[in-house]
């Protein structure tokens, strides 16, 4: 049960994260699109980033679980 809400924890506070990124980044978004890029390839590159930030983070909290499991 532990792991349900901590995944539902996470999934809102990505989404928080994202709301704001995106938020921040109009200006940038504006200026791709004025010089043709699609807006599937800005959700593309949003994705991406995304998915290598999640990446990271992860792999960092689980070489810190790890680490503290060893040290037991």
């Not at 890029?37 to 792999?59: A, C, P, R």
């Not at 810190?64 to 037991?72: N, Q």
Request: charged share 15%.
């Amino acid at each position: 049960m532990i792991r349900i809400g901590s995944v539902v924890v996470g999934v809102v506070i990505l989404s928080l994260i994202l709301m704001f990124w995106v938020r921040e980044r109009t200006y940038e978004i504006g200026i791709l699109l004025s010089l043709g890029t699609s807006k599937v390839n800005l959700v593309l590159q949003f994705i991406v980033e995304v998915l290598l930030v999640t990446y990271i983070w992860f792999n960092d909290c689980t070489w810190y679980r790890d680490e503290r499991l060893s040290s037991i």
